[in-house]
Each structure stands twice: as structure tokens, then as C-alpha cells.
């Protein structure tokens, strides 16, 4: 019998294409990009430094991972607003804030909603247009 590749084995080679869900659409070439530049860096790292780590600390290795994991979970918490139920248009909203803290920018796009429910409808509805370079409504 042949080996079969589970789903979740190949999810982790198209991680530059998940990240697009969380910008909004006049950075989101931009963002792609980048996103592929740091799974590049993680990729060549891993490729070409895993060896030399394994070799030189052994199973005391695997404590860098953990503490690499626990660094992204900070990071995640921290800094990825919820964008559940959020169209793309409205991803200009949740990123309008002035800080990079997700509270803030949780905070910002409620503040928002508030103020100008028109705005939010808007952007559902598609017929909010965006300066590209700025991605706020024109």
C-alpha cells in the first residue's frame, strides 16, 4: 500500500496564500508578498540551520520550537483583530486604527459601526470605493 498525504500535511506549503484573509484589498499584493518572503526565510531556515541545531543540542532542541510557538501565540493574540463574518471591503475598517494592538483595532472598528452605520452597510454591500494607497473610503 502506498502512503497517503493527509490535508493538514500539505496546509502548511500554502500558508503565503491564508495570510490574504486578513488584510484588506489595497494592501492585500503587498501583504501576499511579504508573506511568502517570511515563509521563504522560515523554509530556508529550517532547511539549511535545522541540521546543525539538531546535531549541536540534540532533543533540546525541540525547546526552541516550543518557545517559538508560544512566541506566535503572544503574537497572534496581540495583534490579529477578528475578522470573522468581515467582508473584504471591511478590512480597511478593522485595520483603520492608529494602533497595531488588536484591542484597539477591535475598539476603532466598533467606534465605527457606531458612528456610521452607513459605512459598514456600505462596504457590505460593495459600493464603498477605496484609495489603494491609503485603503480608507475616498
Known amino acids: 500500500m502506498g502512503q497517503r498525504i493527509e490535508q493538514h500535511h500539505v496546509h502548511g506549503t500554502c500558508y503565503p496564500s491564508n495570510l490574504t484573509k486578513y488584510l484588506s484589498s489595497a494592501v492585500r499584493a503587498k501583504g501576499n508578498a511579504w508573506g511568502v518572503v517570511g515563509w521563504s526565510i522560515g523554509n530556508g531556515w529550517c532547511v539549511l540551520l535545522l541540521p546543525t541545531i539538531f546535531a549541536a543540542l540534540g532533543d533540546k532542541s525541540l525547546y526552541i ?53 452607513g459605512l459598514v452597510k456600505a462596504t457590505r454591500m460593495g459600493s464603498l470605493s477605496t484609495d489603494p494607497e491609503t485603503a480608507f473610503p475616498k
Open 65 to 117: 520550537f516550543g518557545g517559538f510557538n508560544v512566541l506566535a501565540i503572544i503574537v497572534v493574540w496581540a495583534l490579529y483583530p477578528e475578522t470573522n463574518q468581515c467582508t473584504i471591503e471591511e478590512m480597511s475598517l478593522v485595520f483603520a486604527a492608529d494602533s497595531i494592538w488588536e484591542w484597539e483595532a477591535e475598539k476603532n472598528f466598533k467606534i465605527l459601526q457606531d458612528e456610521s452605520p
